[in-house]
C-alpha cells in the first residue's frame, strides 16, 4: 500500500511540474501569481498537457509507458524553452501585498477549507466508482487504454461498447489511464486522485481571482462557502468529467475578466485561452465555452472602441490557442464518424418551434432543482437576493461580461434541452444537476464582486 501511495504521488507530481515548468516559461518570469494559485494553474495545464501528449503518442503509435510519457514532457518542456526563454523581465502588475496576520475568523475560515479538501481527497481514495457515467464513459476507457498501451482504433469501432460514448474527449480517461500506467496496475479508486486535485485547484483560482478584486476576508467567506455546497464535493470524488469541465470554465472566464482590467493584457488572456482549450478537450459543451469567451473578448473590444490591429491580433491569437488545443481531437472523432445522439444526429433548429412547449417544463424542472438545499446549501436564494439587489451593476460592465457568460452558457444549455430527442424528462434527471453545477462557482464569484464592488481595483 505504501509502494501505491508514492507512486500515486508521482502520478499527481509529474503534471504539476511539467505545467508549472512551462507557465513559468511562458508567464511566470512576467507575472506575480500567488504560489498556490501557481501550483493550480499547474495541475490543469499539466493534466491537459499530459493527455494530449499521450493522444499524440497514440496517433505516432508510440506505446504508453511511465517513460515515454514522461520523456515527451521533458521534451515538450525543452520545446517551450527553446522558444520562450528569452522573454521580458519579471513585471509585477498582479501583486497583492497584505498583511499574512489571521485573524480567529480567517483562521477559522481557512480550517472549514482544509477539512472539506481532505474529506473530498479521503473520500475519493476510498470509494469505488459507483456512478454509470463515471465507470461506463471514463474509467472504462482509461482501463482499455492503460491495457492496449495505446488509444486503439478498433475500440472506436465496436458497436458493443457504444455506451461508452465514442465521442466524448479524452482528457479524464487519459488521465486516469496515466494514474494506472504510474501504479503499473488498474485501480479505478487510486485513479480518482485527479478529481480531488481538480477540486483543490478550483477553490484555490475561485479564492485568489476573488481576492484580486477584495481582501483575504470575503475571499475566504465566499470559498468555504462555495466548498460546503453538497453538490460539488460530492463531484470532488465521483469520477464525472464535469469537475474538471468546470474548473477550466471557471479559469478561462476570470482570467478573460482579469485581462478586461489589465488593458486586455497578453499572458492573461494566454491563460484563458489555454483554458478554454482545455474545456473542449475536457467535454463536448467545452467548445461553447471556447465560443462564449470569444464572442465575449470581442464584445468587450467593441464596447470599449478598439477593435485595432493590436485587439485583431489578440482575439485571433486567442482562438488559434483554443483550436491548437481542442482541434486534433475534433479532427480524430470526424475522421472516424463518431456522432453524439444530440449534437450530430437530432440537433435541428427546424424542431425549435414545436419544441417551445418544453420550456416551461425545463423552468419548472430548474426550480425544484434550485430548492433542493442538501444539493446547494441557500446558494440559489442568496445569488437571488444579491442579484436582484444589484441588477443594474449586473448588465453594465465589468460585470456585464460575467453575467454574458452564465447566460450564454444557460442558453445554450436551455437550447439543446429543447432539440433534444425522446423524453425531455430523461435529459433532465440525469445531467440537469450537472449542468447547473458547471455555473456555480461563477454564479458564486458574481456574488462577491457585488457585494464588496466598492473594494475593487
Known sequence: MTADICKLIIGAVVPIISGYLILEI????????????KLALAYGTGIGMLTLLMFYLSLLKVRFTFSNITLSLILTVVLFISFFAKRGKPR?????????????????LI????????????????????DWDSWAIYGFKAKVFYL??????????????????????????????????????????????????????L??????????????????????????????????SSGYADL????????????????????????LLTISSIFAGFSAWTKNEGWAVSLFNILILLLIMLIQGRLNRRNLIILIRYALVVLFIAAPWFWFKNSLGLRNEVINNNLNMADIPGNLKRFPVIL??????MILLKSWNLLW?????????????IITPPLLFISLALILYLGGGILLYIVAPHDITYYLSSTFDRFLLHMVPLILFLDGLLIFERERR
Open 26 to 37: 511562458i508567464l511566470f518570469r512576467r507575472m506575480m501569481l500567488g504560489f498556490l494559485e
Open 92 to 108: 509585477g502588475f498582479l501583486a497583492q501585498k497584505q498583511s499574512i496576520c489571521l485573524s480567529f475568523v480567517d483562521k477559522l
Open 111 to 130: 480550517v472549514v477549507i482544509a477539512l472539506v479538501s481532505l474529506y473530498v481527497l479521503f473520500q475519493a481514495l476510498v470509494t469505488p466508482l459507483v
Open 148 to 201: 492496449e498501451k495505446k488509444v486503439p482504433l478498433d475500440f472506436f469501432k465496436d458497436a458493443t461498447k457504444s455506451y461508452s460514448h465514442f465521442d466524448y474527449p479524452l482528457l479524464v480517461p487519459l488521465a486516469e489511464a496515466w494514474i494506472h500506467i504510474c501504479l503499473n496496475n488498474w485501480n479505478d479508486q487510486l485513479a480518482k486522485i485527479i478529481f480531488p486535485l481538480y477540486f483543490i485547484s
Open 203 to 236: 477553490i484555490l483560482i475561485f479564492y485568489y481571482g476573488l481576492k484580486y478584486f477584495s481582501n483575504r476576508r470575503p475571499a475566504l467567506f465566499f470559498t468555504s462557502f462555495l466548498v460546503t455546497i453538497p453538490q460539488l464535493f460530492y463531484m470532488g
Open 244 to 267: 474538471p469541465l468546470l474548473f477550466y470554465y471557471f479559469t478561462s472566464v476570470i482570467f478573460l475578466f482579469r485581462a478586461y482590467h489589465n488593458d486586455l493584457d497578453g499572458d
Open 364 to 369: 419548472a424542472w430548474m426550480g425544484r432543482n
Open 381 to 393: 436564494l442568496f445569488s437571488a437576493i444579491i442579484m436582484i439587489a444589484n441588477f443594474r451593476k
